[in-house]
T-cell receptor, first 111, second 114 residues
Framework: SQQGEEDPQALSIQEGENATMNCSYK?????LQWYRQNSGRGLVHLIL?????REKHSGRLRVTLDTSKKSSSLLITASRAADTASYFC???????????FGEGTQLTVNP | KAGVTQTPRYLIKTRGQQVTLSCSPI?????VSWYQQTPGQGLQFLFE???????NKGNFPGRFSGRQFSNSRSEMNVSTLELGDSALYLC?????????????FGPGTRLLVL
């Protein structure tokens, strides 16, 4: 079964609004990463947050990590139509390159 | 640097056949991982190769196998194809840095089994 669960499963917003996606996981992790996928294509790495970090920013992205609640959130500010995609969280449990992905959130940004 | 490339991009096979997918990692990356993505099961880890050795393996039957060459290029093979093997197969390469790993994904190979 998937390590992570994401909510909401789908999110529809207007351009300019903020989008928040949440991810929960089950076991202790080394790090948590967020990826974007456009229409069943390859995954694009967005941001990595280590288990000893609580918040990280990258451009319009803000990621938080709460290891006590085993949860993370991804905030996209001032969304654009080009942000329309599926967003996945992935955890690195064992170290190395074995990622366990959540189910993903489908974000639609309406122009 | 060029990104991760996967060939072919699309493939149609029939049940019982076998298929080989290829992945060329980013130059300098020595780790290659494979994932299967389906609507029902989501993204699932298949296996990882590092310096021509399988380092990690997911929970897939023995019909799924892989290998890595000395130039870090990797292939995965699926024998005796089943309808449920229809999926997007994603390859990712990584350069381990400081104990954490960022994986860079290719565009995927979409396999349809009829």
């Amino acid at each position: 079964s998937q390590q992570g669960e994401e909510d909401p499963q789908a999110l529809s917003i207007q351009e300019g609004e903020n989008a928040t996606m949440n991810c929960s996981y089950k076991t202790s992790i080394n790090n948590l990463q967020w990826y974007r996928q456009n229409s069943g294509r390859g995954l694009v790495h967005l941001i990595l947050i280590r288990s000893n970090e609580r918040e990280k920013h990258s451009g319009r992205l803000r990621v938080t990590l709460d290891t006590s609640k085993k949860s993370s959130s991804l905030l996209i500010t001032a969304s654009r139509a080009a942000d329309t995609a599926s967003y996945f969280c992935a955890t690195d449990v064992q170290g190395g390159s074995r990622l366990t992905f959540g189910e993903g959130t489908q974000l639609t940004v309406n122009p | 640097k060029a990104g991760v490339t996967q060939t072919p991009r699309y493939l149609i096979k029939t049940r019982g056949q076998q298929v080989t997918l290829s992945c060329s990692p980013i130059s300098g990356h020595r780790s290659v991982s494979w994932y299967q993505q389906t609507p029902g099961q989501g993204l699932q880890f298949l296996f990882e190769y590092f310096s021509e050795t399988q380092r990690n393996k997911g929970n897939f039957p023995g019909r799924f196998s892989g290998r890595q060459f000395s130039n870090s290029r990797s292939e995965m093979n699926v024998s005796t194809l089943e309808l449920g093997d229809s999926a997007l197969y994603l390859c990712a390469s990584s350069l381990e840095q400081g104990g954490w790993v960022t994986q860079y994904f290719g565009p995927g190979t979409r396999l349809l089994v009829l």
